[in-house]
């Protein structure tokens, strides 16, 4: 196909993986299909919204891939012997760029369903629905991105006007779902707090208490990582969020100022998956930080391990090596 088609292509196979994916079957096989649509989908459409920015963005680290995506021919090298970036980068770049809210530990279902189906033959019950809602929210916030660079790449034409309602309906029974756990548990909170204000424990002795760290947010041994500290919407006091590496970009070199020597280092994103106040007890996961407005997604510089390094020499070495056989050519 035409270079510039491609965003088109993958956009079109990924509605119909997404389609697929909603509609009931009975029949064994049609169940794998089913669960292999939810997570190709997603990795499908997420190619798409990149290619539409730039081809080049879904392309694999090696030269040729980079190459061919930029829309050079290589001879000898067919189209289809490229490889692009694993679904979890492009969904990075598109949280980075976009802020598409893709998270690693909890959206990770929908990858995890669909490698199930196809590498053992089989279908995750328990975790099929959760999936299928995790999969209609991530591209219905790809499909923004989509729509914005091509207008003819929308919602309807995704999902088929038929099944519009269904998406809509999924999407608010999620949210309603989360906001009446949400509001449990902040129930559950209050009234610890309220037990310990009938016991009359006073004020200083609550603050030493919500300093005490949980030992939650502990990042690739980063010495001068500071974990968050997030005011307690139960209590008032200061209660502590957990984070999680999310994405680890490829190693460079550079002065570490403490030692004065050059060292490797990779850049980390980082993102809040945890949150715990030790006064009331309060305690969040992922998608409830989310709605509570506790989301915090930073990015933090940490040494680089052996094998990183060795890729980054690995990597340059290639680099050298095509540059050389295209200046003699």
Not at 133 to 156: F, G, K, P
């Amino acid at each position: 196909m035409a270079h510039e088609d491609l965003p088109k292509h993958l956009f079109t196979v990924a509605a119909m993986h997404a389609r697929r994916a909603l509609a009931a079957a009975t029949d064994p096989l049609d169940q794998l299909d089913r669960a292999t649509s939810i997570g190709t989908s997603v990795e499908l459409l997420s190619k798409a919204a990149l290619a539409l920015i730039s081809p080049t963005l879904i392309a694999d680290k090696d030269p040729k891939s980079l190459m061919l995506y930029s829309g050079v021919a290589i001879s000898g090298v067919s189209a289809h012997e490229v490889k692009t970036k694993l679904v979890g980068e492009c969904l990075q770049l598109l949280r980075q760029s976009h802020s598409v809210r893709y998270n690693f530990s909890t959206d990770q279902k929908v990858f995890a369903v669909r490698n199930l189906a196809l590498h053992s033959g089989q279908v995750d019950t328990t975790a099929f629905n959760e999936a299928l809602t995790v999969m209609t929210r991530l591209n219905e916030e790809i499909l923004a991105i989509t729509q914005a660079h091509d207008l003819t790449l929308d919602r309807e034409t995704f999902w088929g006007a038929d099944l519009l309602t269904h998406v809509d309906e999924r999407l608010k029974e999620d949210q309603e779902a989360k906001r009446l756990e949400l509001e449990e548990l902040k129930a559950a909170a209050r009234r610890s707090y309220q037990r310990l204000q009938l016991l009359g424990v006073d004020d200083e002795t609550l603050k030493e208490l919500a300093e005490r760290d949980p030992e939650i947010g502990q990042v690739a041994n980063d010495a001068d990582f500071e974990p968050g500290r997030s005011e307690c919407s139960v209590c008032g006091y200061f209660g502590w969020l957990g984070y999680e590496a999310t994405d680890r970009g490829p190693a460079y070199a550079g002065l570490d100022y403490r030692h004065d020597d050059e060292y490797h280092f990779v850049d980390m994103t980082i993102e809040a998956v945890e949150y715990v106040c030790r006064v009331c007890g309060l305690s969040l996961g992922p998608d409830l930080l989310r709605l509570e407005g506790l989301g915090d997604v930073r990015q933090i510089s940490v040494e680089a391990t052996r094998e990183e390094i060795e890729a980054l020499q690995q990597y340059e070495m290639e680099q050298y090596l095509m540059e050389k056989y295209y200046r003699e050519r």
